[in-house]
C-alpha cells in the first residue's frame, strides 16, 4: 500500500486559523489567501472511513483545479495557483450554507428516495414511471444544507432556503444560473470523454468584495457521477445497472455490507486489497474525464512535500 494523508498539521507563517472538513483541510494565512489540502480520507454517507485511499487527495485536487480552469471564463472562482498535488491556494471566501446538487437522470440518492415512495424531492416534482438511472426531462436542482463535520446534511427546497433566510433571493438566483452553467459546461466536457454527468454538486462563497465565485471542489468522484455513454440506452432498456466511474460503488458497497451511515451502524472493516481497488477506480476516473494518464505525486513523506511546496509559494506573494 501507498503512503496516504489521512490530516495535518501545518503551522504556516501568519497562519490565523485551520478547519477540517469530511476530505479538506483548509488553513486561512494572513486573513488574505486560504490554503486547502485535499486529503486521502474517504467520506461516504456523511462517515468518514478508517482508512485513506492512496492518491485520492491529488485526484480530487487536480481535477477540480483544472475545472475550475476549464470553467472560470463562464463562473468566476476562487482559485489563485495549485503548488503543490494536493493543494489549492485561493481567495477568502465566506461559504454559502447551502450545496448547490444538481441532477440529469434519477440515480444514487434520488433513486432511492423515488424508489421509497416520493414523488417531491427539494420541492421539485417528479414524474410517474421513472425507472433507476432515466434520463430527467430536464436538469433539476436538488439543494442539500452545509452541515458541520459529524452531521448529515439534509436535502432542503429553494422555497425553504429563502424562507429560513438561509441565501438572500438575489444571491439564490445567482447560484442557480452558476449551477446551471457548470452542469452544462461540465457534461459536454463529459461527453467529449465518452462519458455522462449524471449529477454533482457545487459550492459557492462571497469574497470580502461581495463577489459569488466557485469554491472547493468541481466535478471530482466524490462530488459527481460518472456514467459511460456507450451502451447506456441499452442498459436502461434492459434494465440492466449502468456502468459507472463515481464513488456510487462504494456506497453500494457499504449498504451491501449494512452500513448507511444510520446510528448504531458500524463501518464495516475494508481491507488493503479492497481499498486498493478504491485507488485504482479514482485513477481511472482521472484518466477518463481529462484524457491523460495519471501521473502519482511522490508520497514518501506527503506532509513534508506539502509543506516545501506551500511555504515556496507564500514566500512569492
Not at 503512503?3 to 478547519?19: A, D, G, L, M
Not at 492518491?55 to 503548488?83: C, H
Not at 459507472?244 to 451511515?261: A, D, M, N, P
Not at 479514482?282 to 484518466?287: A, F, K, R, S
Request: aromatic share 8%; glycine share 6%.
Amino acid at each position: 500500500m501507498s503512503n496516504t494523508i489521512t490530516q495535518t498539521n501545518f503551522k504556516f507563517p501568519n497562519q490565523k486559523s485551520v478547519y477540517h472538513g469530511k476530505v479538506r483541510e483548509v488553513y486561512t494565512i494572513a486573513d488574505q489567501v486560504l490554503v486547502m489540502v485535499a486529503t486521502d480520507r474517504l467520506s461516504a454517507f456523511d462517515v468518514i472511513m478508517p482508512k485513506g485511499i492512496p492518491y485520492k487527495g491529488q485526484i480530487l485536487n487536480q481535477i477540480a483545479t483544472r475545472f475550475m480552469q476549464m470553467t472560470e471564463d463562464i463562473v468566476p472562482n476562487w482559485l489563485i495557483a495549485s503548488p503543490d498535488p494536493n493543494v489549492a491556494l485561493g481567495h477568502i471566501c465566506e461559504p454559502f450554507k447551502v450545496e448547490m446538487v444538481i441532477r440529469g437522470y434519477l440515480a444514487g440518492h434520488a433513486a432511492r428516495e423515488y424508489a421509497a415512495g416520493k414523488r417531491v424531492l427539494c420541492g421539485v416534482a417528479l414524474a410517474e414511471g421513472l425507472k433507476e438511472n432515466d434520463r430527467l426531462p430536464q436538469p433539476i436542482i436538488t439543494p442539500s444544507t452545509k452541515e458541520d463535520l459529524g452531521l448529515h446534511d439534509e436535502d432542503i427546497s429553494r422555497e425553504d432556503i429563502l424562507a429560513r433566510g438561509i441565501v438572500s433571493e438575489e444571491d439564490y438566483l445567482v447560484l442557480e444560473a452558476y449551477t446551471r452553467a457548470l452542469y452544462q459546461r461540465g457534461s459536454e466536457i463529459a461527453a467529449e470523454r465518452g462519458l455522462i454527468l449524471v449529477d454533482t454538486k457545487y459550492e459557492f462563497g462571497k469574497t470580502k468584495e461581495g463577489k459569488i465565485v466557485l469554491i472547493d471542489e468541481i466535478h471530482t468522484p466524490d462530488s459527481s457521477r460518472y456514467f459511460y455513454a456507450e451502451g447506456y440506452e441499452e442498459r436502461q432498456a434492459k434494465e440492466e445497472p449502468q456502468k459507472q466511474l463515481s464513488k456510487e460503488f462504494v456506497r453500494q458497497w457499504l449498504i451491501s455490507h449494512g452500513f448507511q451511515g444510520k446510528e448504531g451502524q458500524q463501518v464495516p472493516e475494508m481491507s488493503d486489497e479492497y481499498i486498493q481497488t478504491i485507488s485504482e477506480r479514482y485513477i481511472e476516473l482521472y484518466e477518463h474525464i481529462l484524457g491523460e494518464p495519471f501521473v502519482k505525486a511522490d508520497v514518501q513523506d506527503i506532509n513534508q512535500r506539502i509543506e516545501t511546496n506551500v511555504l515556496a509559494f507564500l514566500a512569492t506573494i
